[in-house]
């Protein structure tokens, strides 16, 4: 192994690994390949895992940030001294119920309900003063904002967002050009005459009443990623009132399917055409290659690298690499890998 990198210097590969010999590896394999080798390890070892393989290239030519992620609701706020919070709320099962959830995160806390009926999710979410460490009920302010919802029908990755303000997507930490204004008594909003930009919606918070655009909701419209996305597919609103406590909004999203992310499941899911794992001595597999862990290898975007360290205890292990009948070693349909081998590569960790 160490001849490859001695010609062909890797920069997706430590170079502390680049001039000693792997432990184990399985490289540059031909078309509909298959191989395996044992290896055993003495004692409990830490162990370098880099492994290239071909994504299946309908997740390949998807963008990476929308994959693996459920439906969701996510608020971004930036208070008066320029500190931003971006809150993130993922439809998971985390009451066991398949209707219902809630959960504290980031410290806000969030109920969520899906009504089938309707077809739509009524979400309430707490934000306490003290997680935005400020005192805004005693000094009202205006807040930078934008709310974002987000729809997976697959359980494996997003297919549109939409947003209240701007058409960036603000999980890419955009500029927040939504405003929140605190005030003392209810007023209501001419859009015609705010002072905001053509592409910023106004929203008054009051004491526990608000008057926005539309029957006191805001509308959530632009589209920042997907295509053609139908009303009942996904569109949604919200409102927000405000007290001694924090922000309480409430989201409705119409969503004509629920898309959740399974966890425990999404490791185990390969989405590779070539790809590497371990077994252990019982046929077991402790690793395997997933999209959800890899990152662009350099060339066609289907070329992906696995760099990951894992622990593995004293035993007998089997090394294993298959290809199918296309973009192999020296037989490539699209553009390689930039790396000096196309396999799977294990070494003892070595610290930085």
Not at 191 to 201: A, E, Y
Request: glycine share 4%.
């Amino acid at each position: 192994m160490q001849h490859l990198f001695e010609n062909h210097p890797d920069s997706l590969v430590a170079t502390r690994y680049q001039k000693i010999e792997p432990i184990v590896s399985l490289v540059n394999m031909e078309n509909l390949e298959s191989r395996d080798s044992m290896f055993t390890l003495s004692k409990p070892t830490d162990c370098q895992i880099y492994c290239t393989g071909e994504m299946d290239i309908d997740m390949a030519a998807y963008p990476k940030k929308y994959c693996f992620q459920p439906d969701d609701i996510e608020l971004y706020i930036q208070t008066p001294k320029g500190y931003r919070y971006d809150f993130i709320f993922p439809w998971n099962d985390a009451t066991k119920k398949l209707d219902t959830i809630s959960y504290s995160t980031q410290g806000a806390e969030y109920f969520g309900r899906y009504d089938k009926s309707q077809k739509c999710y009524n979400a309430s979410i707490l934000i306490p003063w003290s997680t935005l460490h400020t005192d805004s009920v005693n000094h009202p302010a205006s807040f930078k904002f934008n709310i974002a919802i987000a729809d997976n029908d697959d359980n494996i990755r997003q297919k549109a967002k939409k947003v209240w303000a701007d058409y960036q997507d603000p999980r890419d930490k955009t500029p927040l050009l939504g405003m929140l204004q605190l005030v003392d008594t209810v007023i209501s909003i001419n859009t015609k005459n705010t002072v905001f930009s053509p592409r910023t919606i106004g929203v008054t918070l009051v004491n526990n009443s608000i008057d926005t655009t539309q029957n006191g909701n805001a509308q959530i419209e632009n589209i920042v990623f997907g295509d053609h996305i139908k009303k009942e597919d996904l569109s949604g609103n919200y409102k927000v009132k405000w007290n001694d406590k924090g922000l309480l909004f409430s989201v409705n999203v119409n969503d004509d399917r629920m898309g959740r992310i399974n966890l425990k499941e999404v490791p185990k899911q390969p989405h590779f055409q070539d790809f590497g794992w371990i077994e252990d001595a019982k046929g077991k597999k402790v690793w395997t290659m997933t999209a959800y862990f890899s990152k662009h290898a350099g060339g066609a975007l289907k070329n992906q690298l696995a760099d990951t360290v894992i622990k593995l205890k004293a035993g007998k292990y089997k090394l294993h690499y298959q290809t199918d009948e296309s973009h192999s070693w020296n037989s490539w349909d699209a553009p390689p890998p930039h790396t000096a081998f196309y396999g799977i590569v294990v070494y003892q960790f070595i610290k930085p």
